[in-house]
């Protein structure tokens, strides 16, 4: 089996990788509303700033492909 494969499937002890995967997974199934409109709501409430904002809508671009 190819090592990337297996260290991305978890084929490794204590996976670093896998185990965040795993995580993500189970949050996006708890995850309830629209994160778009969350992270809008925050900066319009000021909880963030613009440039977080900012670095929060280039960061879900860079993932979305991989999420998908």
Not at 28 to 53: C, D, H, W
Request: aromatic share 8%; net charge positive; glycine share 8%.
């Amino acid at each position: 089996m190819n090592p990337l494969f297996q260290m991305m499937a978890g084929g490794m002890p204590n996976n670093p990788t896998a185990n965040l995967m795993q995580r993500f997974q189970q949050f996006k199934q708890s995850f309830n509303g629209n994160p778009q409109q969350m992270v809008q709501q925050m900066l319009q409430s000021g909880r963030i700033t613009a440039e977080q904002y900012n670095n929060a809508v280039r960061m879900a671009q860079q993932l979305q492909g991989m999420l998908k």
